[in-house]
């Protein structure tokens, strides 16, 4: 269901940018939990991702919640660009070793924090240099990825240093809607054209 959905959000995606031109602000979501890790584990901790990308301001402000988990937690970001959305594995995109302000060395917590996305100190930089060399292209590069669902959000811990829980970043209903609402204005101005 996620795939479908994914795949779904990424064509109204599309549409929107053909409407709305370049400018964009997406919303994205994650369930985290062991059993979405690449291979999945037994944790039974979990948490919750929310990811806002603006390509105009510039801004990448992600949050999160988690509890539960079994090992003290060693880092956390976003992972991009996998080749299939809401399956695999990738690189780190943001910050490494961990986002900055992300809470360390604990079992559960809270992060609220805003990125500005033109700075070289928001990616990690082997994906600045996978993606034209500069933060800009990282930046376009995180919000293909983001779009298509080739992204998701990793917490790495003592106990899974390959990361405890994870999920697969997608959008919010309500920018479901709004890519939705693209689609249709898209639509009407083909029609409009095919008319004349």
Excluded at 109 to 123: H, I, V
Aim: glycine share 12%.
């Amino acid at each position: 269901m996620h795939r479908v959905l994914a795949r779904f959000a990424s064509l109204l995606l599309l549409g929107l940018f053909a409407t709305a031109g370049q400018a964009a602000i997406i919303q994205l979501s994650a369930e985290l939990s062991g059993l979405a890790e690449a291979p999945p584990n037994a944790s039974p901790g979990t948490g919750f991702a929310f990811v806002e990308f603006d390509n105009v301001a510039h801004t990448l402000h992600v949050s999160a919640t988690f509890s539960g988990l079994i090992g003290n937690t060693t880092a956390a970001h976003i992972h991009c660009c996998t080749a299939a959305p809401g399956a695999g594995t990738a690189g780190v995109a943001t910050q490494t070793p961990s986002f900055v302000g992300f809470p360390l060395g604990v079992t559960a917590g809270s992060f609220d924090q805003t990125y500005d996305t033109t700075l070289a100190s928001t990616w990690n930089a082997p994906f600045i240099t996978n993606n034209g060399g500069t933060p800009l292209g990282a930046e376009a590069a995180l919000f293909a990825g983001l779009s298509a669902g080739k992204a998701y959000f990793n917490i790495h811990t003592t106990f899974a240093p390959g990361g405890e829980i994870r999920g697969f970043l997608v959008p919010e209903p309500s920018s479901v809607a709004l890519l939705a609402l693209g689609l249709v204005g898209m639509g009407v101005s083909l029609r409009r054209r095919a008319s004349r």
